[in-house]
């Protein structure tokens, strides 16, 4: 085991001896390994008004509080360490915070408010909250980049209120209705999303929470391209995060409202304006259960010029891991672009996979911004 998988695991070992790890359910999550994991940036908890009354959010922060804001929202399953590689990547010139979404890691996990609604007014309120926490200026630009059902997530909060945010980036997740069409349409999608179902069902949060390390890991690893983008440092924090029912069930809930809620959520899909402010889609060629052509077929949904896709041939689920500074340069270019006259800026074309000529490397494609 590397010195830093070693200091990890003997960081949470010790927080488990001391009721700390593991399950947030018999401990303030504050005093937590999960509420206080070790990196180049700081933890931090804030209240916000949530669905049903106040919650509780743990998240992770870097940069200058004056600064543009940027916004990352993880998936399942998964917590706020999932942004390790790009919190520091971006914290130079930007405010980073990625939270623990509602029922994860050192969040609360109220029973009720998992449904899409409810989960981008989470968003809006701790986008507000940490601003004014920060003391941040008025105006200032406030960026929102998702993953998985952080993309869906993100989706919903700009299709609800994109005023509210100056750029949206989705990884590996599509526009609700790119998603809801391409689903239609494709046989081999909807054989790849089948999982969704099962993991509706009674004993999956206690498979989750049983799961030993070798298991664990190919959660994990079996998703990426490059499997040295999780190690036994990783390990130790997923470990954590997922390792009892009392931390599993609570994110399984989302899946569980999506089948309830789906009549309502693709009415609000149907009905909602094209998106106005600059998006962009990123996906890993190599994803196994979302096909990347979803990646420019969200773009259909966007308002003209709006829109700009990429696909990294060498990616899997996790373009952030598989490839962290393909994905950062990715977004730089994006947002410089957005900040330029139309006029001035090429029009982005349809997104292709494009390979990146050694593992990190930034991929490029006949779409650069």
């Not at 209120?161 to 349409?185: C, D, G, I, N, W």
Request: aromatic share 10%; glycine share 8%.
């Amino acid at each position: 085991m590397a010195p830093r998988a070693l200091f990890s695991s003997l960081f949470v070992s010790l927080s488990l001896a001391a009721g700390c790890a593991g399950s947030t359910a018999k401990l303030d999550p504050a005093e937590s390994a999960l509420g206080n994991i070790p990196g180049r940036w700081e933890n931090a908890f804030i209240e916000v008004e949530g669905a049903g009354g106040k919650l509780r959010m743990h998240y992770v922060a870097a940069g200058r509080k004056d600064a543009p804001r940027l916004i990352l929202l993880h998936g399942f399953p998964d917590f706020a360490y999932t942004w390790r590689e790009l919190v520091p990547m971006l914290s130079g010139d930007y405010r980073v915070l990625a939270p623990d979404l509602r029922g994860y890691a050192a969040t609360g996990k109220p029973k009720k408010g998992y449904d899409l609604d409810s989960a981008a007014a989470d968003v809006l309120a701790f986008a507000d909250a940490t601003a004014a926490a920060d003391g941040a200026p008025d105006g200032v630009a406030t960026h929102l980049l998702g993953h998985d059902w952080g993309s869906l997530i993100g989706w919903w909060s700009v299709i609800k209120a994109p005023q509210r945010f100056t750029t949206f980036t989705a990884l590996s997740v599509a526009h609700p209705r790119a998603f809801a069409e391409y689903l239609e349409k494709s046989p081999e999608q909807r054989k790849k999303v089948r999982y969704m179902r099962t993991f509706t069902l009674p004993g999956v949060p206690t498979f989750f929470a049983g799961m030993g390390d070798k298991r664990r890991r190919e959660v994990y690893q079996g998703e990426l391209v490059h499997r040295d983008a999780f190690d036994d440092d990783d390990l130790v924090w997923y470990r954590a995060a997922f390792d009892t029912v009392a931390e599993t069930r609570p994110p399984l809930r989302y899946y569980k409202q999506r089948f309830r809620d789906a009549e309502h959520n693709e009415k609000t899909a149907k009905e909602a304006a094209k998106i106005g402010i600059p998006v962009l889609v990123l996906w890993g060629e190599q994803d196994k259960h979302l096909m990347w052509r979803m990646a420019a077929d969200s773009c259909k949904y966007a308002l003209p010029g709006k829109c700009h896709s990429h696909v990294f041939a060498d990616a899997g689920h996790w373009p952030h891991w598989d490839n962290p500074a393909g994905v950062v340069q990715q977004w730089r270019a994006f947002v410089a672009a957005s900040e330029t006259p139309a006029s001035d800026s090429p029009a982005p074309g349809p997104a292709t996979p494009a390979s990146s000529p050694t593992p990190g490397a930034p991929a490029t494609s006949p779409a650069t911004p």
